[in-house]
């Protein structure tokens, strides 16, 4: 194991490529894929004097996980809004894989939104030693006071465009991704206006009948949030939320596998749906992941979390997951017959097209940026990197 640096090879590993899962080597320098060698050759003699040698021992190579909807982890929150708690974090999820996230909010005041794009910028200014930050994803507050979920109905309004305009001026292209009710008054205008500035606008946490998420995806809209929790059901009358989601291909589905939330068959249901490259693995990992069960906090509400179910105490509703991205591969891996490079795209190449960046990450090609994970043939994680640099190196 090791390669601290940003310049080594890694052999003997069936690497998940786009397409396929190529048996062979993995050659990074400077940060980046410089070299895939598939087949018996495992990599030039050069190369392997040359630079610091990983055995794979037979395991998988995937590109890093990117998970666009996770508040925390190992008993810190994005709400605390302090570097100490994204350190914890990012370290934590960088040990299940993953090496992007978005900083995903809850409902709360105006200044306490203000509070988290504050950390999370001040954070992004600094080296990032972990799981990097890409952003902010604001879940709410401008949700539906029917679906709140486990978001606090005192927080909930009606969207301010006044106030994205704020913040997007204050923090440019710190924010990435909102989620609203696209039925609330005002939504189709912030859409809009997000839209033009290349912010993904997603549909959650609302009431929306068909028609009202057409109209919002023809604004702009082109993600949902865990998809089928907290939105209005399908019916073969009224389609609600959920039916537009299923049959608009503009609009890519999050999906939290971890047993809990989506039903199996609900969930190949949605791959049935949908278009391969809509469907986006995420955790909506809370605090509580990769603790003991116990109580918790989850945007100033009491979570209790019991055999790795997180509910609120008051109202029972579900509050987030334990789930790690890791696991979230796993329990598809167990539940659907997708073959791992389809997997992979549901938990890495997905979130970077919808975020834009993938040109730079979310896939194993020469060029891209070295966001690796090493898993043994169980699928646990042994080392993570980004661009190149080890974050995370299981103990033998």
Not at 234 to 257: F, K, N, Q
Not at 267 to 282: E, S, W
């Amino acid at each position: 194991m090791t390669a601290n640096s940003a310049n080594w090879i890694i052999r003997n590993i069936n690497i998940v490529l786009e397409d396929r899962v190529a048996t062979g080597s993995v050659i990074v320098q400077n940060g980046k894929i410089a070299q895939i060698i598939s087949g018996e050759a495992n990599g030039s003699a050069a190369a392997a004097e040359e630079l610091p040698l990983i055995d794979g021992q037979g395991g998988f190579l995937f590109p890093g996980f990117i998970d666009v909807h996770v508040h925390g982890g190992y008993g810190s929150d994005f709400m605390d809004a302090s570097q100490e708690s994204y350190h914890t974090i990012t370290k934590f999820h960088a040990s299940q894989g993953t090496t992007g996230m978005l900083a995903t909010t809850m409902t709360a005041s105006k200044e306490e939104i203000e509070a988290v794009l504050h950390a999370v910028s001040e954070y992004r200014s600094n080296d990032m030693p972990y799981a990097a930050l890409l952003g902010v994803h604001l879940e709410g507050p401008f949700i539906s006071e029917k679906w709140p979920g486990a978001q606090n109905p005192a927080y909930i309004k009606t969207p301010q465009l006044e106030w994205m305009q704020e913040w997007h001026s204050k923090w440019p292209e710190l924010i990435r991704q909102l989620t609203l009710a696209p039925e609330k008054s005002g939504s189709i205008e912030t859409i809009a206006w997000l839209a033009e500035r290349g912010i993904n606008t997603a549909c959650g946490h609302t009431d929306a009948v068909y028609e009202e998420v057409i109209a919002a995806a023809d604004a702009g809209l082109t993600q949902a949030v865990h998809t089928y929790n907290a939105m209005r059901g399908l019916h073969h009358r009224e389609p609600g939320t959920l039916g537009a989601v299923l049959t608009d291909d503009r609009i890519a589905a999050e999906l939290i596998a971890d047993g809990i939330h989506v039903h199996p068959a609900a969930i190949r249901l949605v791959l049935a749906a949908k278009p391969l490259d809509k469907v986006i693995l995420i955790t909506d990992a809370m605090a509580a992941a990769g603790m003991p069960d116990g109580e918790y906090s989850l945007g100033g509400l009491a979570v209790i979390v019991n055999e790795g179910e997180a509910r609120l105490r008051e109202g029972n509703a579900l509050a987030g997951s334990c789930l790690t991205m890791i696991g979230a591969i796993r329990y598809m891996h167990e539940h659907t017959n997708l073959p791992l490079e389809q997997l992979s795209r549901l938990a890495s190449g997905n979130a970077a097209k919808q975020l834009g960046i993938s040109d730079r990450t979310g896939s194993i090609a020469c060029g891209k940026q070295a966001d690796l994970v090493w898993t043994d043939a169980q699928l646990q994680v042994k080392q993570t990197w980004v661009q190149g640099r080890s974050v995370f190196e299981a103990s033998l």
